[in-house]
């Protein structure tokens, strides 16, 4: 018997859980490359129709690109938890432009044609870190997870973030431009609307 064996540490973690910790968190720097890849691999694919549109069946090309997105979602918040990332000091611009890249890859992709749900659930969890983390809530980062909604026909979600936006009590923006460049919202309100019996035109007015 080796009397001279040093006794493990208790306490201390092993070399295994060292790289199992590392394999669970990433860089900023790791993390902006990854997310750029995922949406080169997004721009290869076909566009997608508009959210007004009858869904279309998610191949597997998005759902693989939905996983890999989540999973790199996940590692980020590891990372911020384990404090290798700090959006809230010195990475906010970076983290803040990463989760809105997450988000514009999410609204695209679907785990499988029956949980288009999931999508927007998922959007709703980087809009809540965005805040968690004090960034700024953007329009673009409502409008992904409006146009997430509206793939899944959540139109009272879809409306509710839409006028989310535009309630300062809601922290939202005023005046924004819906018209031109994402009329989703005011879409989901139209549908909203129609499936209440309420009034289109009060609810959009």
């Known amino acids: ?12 973690p092993s070399n295994n859980e060292k790289k199992s910790e590392m394999a669970l968190t990433c860089s900023v720097p790791d993390a902006g490359e990854e997310i750029t890849a995922i949406r080169h691999r997004l721009s290869q694919l076909p566009p997608l129709a508009p959210a007004w549109c009858e869904a279309e069946l998610i191949d597997e090309n998005r759902q693989s690109l939905y996983r890999d997105t989540v999973n790199l979602l996940r590692r980020i918040e590891m990372s911020v938890k384990k404090e290798v990332i700090q959006p809230s000091r010195k990475h906010g611009r970076e983290v803040s432009h990463i989760l809105g890249q997450i988000l514009l890859v999410l609204q695209d992709t679907a785990p499988s044609d029956s949980e288009s749900q999931v999508v927007f659930r998922t959007c709703c969890r980087v809009l809540t870190l965005l805040r968690t983390w004090n960034l700024d809530l953007q329009a673009q980062h409502y ?3 409006i146009t997430a909604a509206a793939r899944a026909s959540m139109w009272k979600e879809a409306s509710e973030l839409f006028w989310m936006q535009i309630d300062p009590d809601a922290m939202g923006y005023t005046p924004m431009d819906v018209s031109c460049r994402n009329p989703v919202g005011l879409y989901a309100v139209v549908r909203y609307a129609q499936s209440t019996g309420g009034s289109t035109a009060e609810e959009v007015m």
């Open 143 to 145: 409008d992904s997870a």
């Open 1 to 12: 018997e080796n009397k001279n064996k040093t006794p493990p540490r208790h306490g201390s």
